[in-house]
């Protein structure tokens, strides 16, 4: 099963993403992450990738799609598993489907307000050293500035400063509604409250994958 995630930076996808992996041992493949890992590496593709990510702008489908083909190619994905932040374009999902043409897949839309999206952004504060997420509206640290799991300095990411949010948002209001027609007619989109809490939002996508599962072992 290919378990795709859509929705606005903020929108909690990399927080359920971590469920699905916890409940059906499904890898959680964050383009972000991929990206990242070539930026603090340092390589040729990594400085690309920065300049594109510090603007706010969306790297090129040829670049992700290579790193996404490199991931899913391994064995831990072979039953399945889910994609945070990709794909982004109609491109994008159409190079997808070549790739794997005859797995299964799931979308789920995540639908939550711009304004609730600024909040949870505005706040958002990470641990580069074991990946942990915090809010200053919602999910303070318990000592300032430092990760409760391993105690690493939080910071705010390049791509989570104002002028960068503003751009991110643009870019996902411009690029997502091809993306929804084209799940929506291939009959595998479901649409989430994505501003309801964290349980509910899990309880309503295990809902869908135990169904569709139950339905593919059965063919």
Request: aromatic fraction near 6%; proline fraction near 4%.
């Amino acid at each position: 099963m290919r378990v795709i995630l859509l929705g606005p930076p903020g929108s909690g996808k990399g927080t359920q993403a971590d469920l699905i992996r916890q409940n059906y041992g499904f890898p959680k493949i964050s383009t972000g992450d991929l990206l990242r890992k070539e930026v603090e590496a340092g390589t040729e593709l990594g400085k690309k990738v920065n300049q594109e990510m510090k603007a706010g702008r969306l790297v090129s489908d040829d670049l992700v799609l290579k790193l996404v083909e490199n991931r899913i190619s391994l064995a831990d994905c072979r039953s399945g598993y889910v994609l945070d932040g990709f794909p982004r374009t109609l491109n994008q999902a159409r190079l997808l489907e070549k790739l794997e043409a005859n797995r299964p897949e799931t979308a789920f839309e995540f639908k939550v307000s711009e304004q609730e999206i600024w909040r949870r952004l505005s706040g958002r504060m990470v641990c580069l050293q074991c990946g942990a997420v915090y809010n200053i509206n919602n999910n303070r640290p318990q000592a300032d500035g430092l990760c409760d799991l391993c105690g690493s300095k939080l910071v705010v990411r390049e791509d989570d400063r104002p002028e960068v949010i503003r751009e991110r948002i643009r870019l996902y209001l411009e690029t997502i509604a091809p993306l929804i027609d084209y799940y929506s007619s291939k009959n595998v989109l479901f649409e989430i409250n994505a501003e309801d809490t964290t349980e509910n939002i899990f309880r309503a996508i295990k809902a869908v994958l135990d169904r569709r599962l139950t339905a593919d072992k059965e063919h």
